[in-house]
């Protein structure tokens, strides 16, 4: 399949192979397909050579209807950094597969704008926003696709998606090359395991340069790669493509580049595909010993011994596995959450994951990943988070924001229902068996706002817009400051928050006030300390007893968990029953911190002895007394503050490197690279958050309007002293105010 710009008739796009050091398959293309095969500890995701990959006519006979079925069947999302093309590359995979019959562009001059992009403000500000699902038929072929945001305040529908797929296609753009997004998108496949495809695009583009991109992939990706297509020009001589496996050119004719035309490679360009063939045979023998032993005996190699792609979605098609292919695992809630290997069959019990939700025109939209089973319109369903028996009322497969109705969808499919009451991440099963799927990485929010309606009559509808919104997106947070009472919403970024302020006002007509921007802190400490405090409280009657021991110590570096609670208490100096009311008393005062307020994390409490009282003890007295043990001991365990800091990739005229760096200098960042693109100087730093607000206004300022960044999170890291006891004094300032 191949995509390309609206301005060409030509498809503009690479294709290239890539051997990783983990369980992936990348293919990269520019507006046309190029595949990267890519393994883990030199074991094959799957095998690629031609004679494993085909099914012989007995065998064919011997599998049952669903595994047909099935074998047809890919899961894939479409992913990259911002403005590498993903949107417009599956308008075109949509367009050419007969799915729609019009290209519309992302910042289209019909206003109609692009099919995957549906919401106002997608179209508007020509980003995505949402994560949209569609599907379309390819030779046969049934492809579910997941078009996920670029920009990295959005990355939990990247994160979310890819959690349920099965394979993926990492766009890089042939001008921009590898982008910080995508690496972070890279990190995200290689968490969940998710073999993909690389395609580089806008070969059309004015300092195109694939080769480029095919070195940025080797070092800042890891693969091991070698290009499957040659590009017959760049930029505005940009022609056709060559296929190293066929050893055939193409030309991409008609008004969107629909009339594909195979011709003989052009005499000029004969020597370097035969040099960019041997170097890919090289690659791939790497992994293949057949293939290895012919290279190395300088047999000849047939274009079927390397299996080779043409467009996109015959890429997508030879090298993603179909779902009987993934091996998912799920957790056995009655054998203490033991794992178990499902079989991804229609045959087996019905276990499915509620991976996305969205408020439709007829209630909640669940989206379904089913990775075991059938589901049905009226078949009863268990959550199994908590426990609740549903029916489903309606059953439907998505085109973007269209639904079409279905009766009944297997495992390996994804699909929506409606009425079913669940929280993402929740695992639904036909009451036979107690699974739940392993949960995906939803990152911590970095920027907060105090946010309040205008009209004290739009209570209600504020109410209900931020519990919405809160149930979709687990990385938008609504939360109460304790001390003016305000609602603070957080999430990612200022555009993401800022989209969630517009969104209230167009979707629930409510005007909010929106406060300053502020840095979600944290605190922690540093060294161990102990703790020993008496709760005693005397008032006539029943009073209240509780002692508790112990020491609070930082975490190891690394620890998966933010808090830890270990109970050491040999014997019953403390009743059993009140261990709990013990944890629960730490925690609330994790919650906030004696520096400035803000929560305590990667922090172990263990408690080692305690002492009770027949009458007095009680759950609130051993709760109070864990409280202010907590307080007691603070202090003494050096607390830092810590504060998140962000990867910033900036691209400025070198001209400009010198007053962007210094400037990025008095921001407190640190440079840790500086490379050289053409006339372009890019620029990696870390920079605390704090010192990026107005960064946009700030660079444009400083490079005539020419400089790009892009920031995402990175960590949360210590301050330094005097940002600390600055902190420090302004929030008791605060306090003594109030």
């Known amino acids: 399949m191949m995509a390309r710009r609206a301005t060409r008739s030509s498809a503009s796009r690479l294709l290239y192979a890539s051997l990783c050091s983990e369980n992936t398959i990348t293919l990269t293309s520019s507006y ?10 030199g074991q094959q995701r799957r095998n690629f050579s031609a004679s494993n990959l085909a099914r012989t006519k007995s065998d064919k006979d011997k599998e049952t209807w669903w595994k047909d079925a099935m074998d047809k069947l890919r899961n894939i999302g479409i992913s990259a950094h911002i403005d590498s093309g993903k949107t417009t590359l599956t308008e075109r995979v949509l367009f050419y597969t007969g799915r729609i019959h019009e290209i519309h562009e992302v910042r289209g001059r019909d206003g109609v704008g692009a099919k995957m992009d549906s919401m106002d403000l997608e179209r508007e500000k020509g980003i995505t926003i949402q994560s949209a699902a569609t599907y379309c038929t390819w030779k046969d072929y049934q492809v579910n696709i997941i078009d996920t945001p670029g920009h990295v305040d959005f990355t939990i529908e990247v994160e979310r998606a890819l959690r349920v797929l099965d394979g993926a296609i990492l766009v890089l753009c042939s001008v921009g090359g590898v982008q910080s997004q995508s690496i972070t998108v890279d990190r995200q496949m290689r968490r969940y395991g998710v073999p993909r495809l690389a395609f580089i695009n806008k070969l059309d583009r004015m ?37 190293l496996v066929q050893l055939k050119a193409y030309y991409f004719h008609g008004s969107s580049g629909e009339t594909i035309v195979t011709s003989d490679i052009p005499a000029d360009m004969e020597a370097m595909a035969i040099e960019k063939r041997r170097e890919l045979i090289e690659t791939v023998s790497e992994v293949d010993d057949q293939l290895a032993e012919a290279f190395l005996g300088d047999e000849p190699i047939s274009s079927s011994d390397l299996e080779g792609v043409q467009p996109l979605l015959d890429g997508v098609i030879s090298y993603l596995p179909c779902p009987t292919e993934v091996s998912n695992h799920a957790l056995d809630q009655t054998k203490d959450e033991e794992q178990v290997v499902l079989s991804g069959t229609p045959a087996g019990p019905l276990v499915a994951l509620a991976f996305k939700l969205e408020e439709g025109r007829f209630g909640q939209l669940t989206f379904l990943r089913i990775y075991e089973g059938v589901i049905r319109k009226g078949d009863f369903i268990v959550n199994v988070n908590t426990g609740k028996k549903l029916k489903v009322p309606r059953l439907v497969r998505m085109h973007s924001n269209d639904m079409e109705d279905i009766q009944e969808a297997h495992a390996g499919q994804i699909v929506a229902v409606f009425g079913v009451d669940c929280a993402s991440g929740d695992t639904f099963t036909d009451g036979s068996v107690k699974y739940t799927m392993t949960s995906m990485n939803v990152p911590e929010p970095v920027m907060s706002l105090a946010l309040s309606p205008v009209s004290k009559d739009s209570g209600g509808q504020f109410s209900k817009a931020l519990n919405r919104f809160q149930r979709e997106d687990p990385t938008f947070r609504v939360g109460l400051d304790p001390e003016s009472g305000q609602t603070i919403i957080s999430g990612m970024g200022e555009l993401h928050l800022d989209i969630y302020v517009e969104r209230i006002r167009r979707e629930y007509k409510v005007d909010a006030t929106v406060g300053k921007p502020r840095v979600n802190f944290r605190e922690t400490v540093t060294k161990r300390a102990e703790f020993d405090y008496l709760h005693k409280k005397q008032s006539g009657g029943q009073g209240q007893y509780g002692r508790v021991c112990g020491y609070i110590e930082p975490l190891p570096p690394g620890s998966p968990t933010k808090f830890e609670f270990d109970n050491m208490i040999i014997g019953q100096a403390v009743p059993s029953n009140f261990i709990p009311a013990i944890e629960k008393g730490f925690r609330e005062a994790s919650n906030s911190g004696q520096l400035i307020g803000h929560p305590v994390e990667n922090m172990r409490i263990v408690l080692t002895d305690g002492a009770s009282h027949a009458v007095d003890s009680s759950e609130l007295a051993f709760k109070l007394a864990a409280i202010y043990a907590f307080r007691q001991c603070y202090l003494a365990a050096k607390p830092v503050i810590l504060e998140p800091v962000m990867l910033v990739e900036l691209k400025v005229p070198t ?43 700030a660079l444009r300022s400083m490079t005539q309007g020419k400089g790009e960044f892009t920031m995402e999170y990175k960590e949360h890291s210590a301050v330094s002293q005097d940002v600390q006891t600055q902190l420090v004094n302004t929030y008791q300032a605060t306090k003594v105010a109030e």
């Not at 046309?32 to 500890?41: D, Q, R, Y």
């Open 655 to 697: 001209e400009f490197q010198g007053t962007v760096t210094g400037d990025i200098n008095k921001r407190k960042g640190l440079i840790v690279g500086n490379d050289q693109e053409g006339d372009d100087s890019v620029i990696t730093t870390h920079v605390p958050l704090n010192n990026m607000f107005g960064y946009s206004t």
């Open 207 to 243: 300092g195109a340069d694939p080769w480029k991109v095919l070195n940025q992939a080797r070092a800042k990706l890891r693969h091991h790669s070698a290009a499957v297509q040659i590009p017959i020009g760049l930029e505005e001589d940009f022609q056709g493509l060559i296929d």
């Open 32 to 41: 046309s397909p190029i595949a990267l095969l890519v393994f883990e500890n």
